[in-house]
């Protein structure tokens, strides 16, 4: 019913930038929250930054001051731009959206995560 496509993840360097995409499609209504997780290996997965619908924005410690969130509700698109980067960074990204069907049924969708890595 909702697919969440991510992309924009790589291989940077230490100290670099990567903008990351997630655009949402299907039979959506309205979107809520989104937002950006990770997961390292042997770690759990932790929330990075989250918008709602509004424009809020929430960051995780980590990554305040060097991390932005943003949306274009027209596109059902939300993006991260990272910069600065640090190794403790490296992870796989999940996009993550709090979806309205058209059926006004509210659903979790996830997308299928995009690996980052930070070298040195």
């Known amino acids: 019913q909702v697919q969440l496509v991510e992309s924009g993840g790589g291989l940077v360097q230490f100290g670099g930038s990567l903008r990351l995409s997630c655009r949402a499609s299907g039979s959506i209504f309205r979107i809520n929250t989104m937002g950006w997780y990770r997961q390292a290996p042997g770690k759990e997965r932790e929330s990075v930054a989250t918008?709602?619908?509004?424009?809020?924005?929430n960051y995780a410690d980590s990554v305040k001051g060097r991390f932005t969130i943003s949306r274009d509700n027209a596109k059902n698109t939300v993006y991260l731009q990272m910069n600065s980067l640090k190794f403790e960074d490296t992870a796989v990204y999940y996009c993550?959206?709090?979806?309205?069907?058209?059926?006004?049924?509210?659903?979790?969708?996830w997308g299928q995560g995009t690996q980052v890595t930070v070298s040195s």
């Open positions: 918008i709602t619908s509004y424009g809020t924005t």
């Open positions: 993550n959206a709090d979806v309205v069907l058209t059926t006004r049924a509210t659903v979790p969708a």
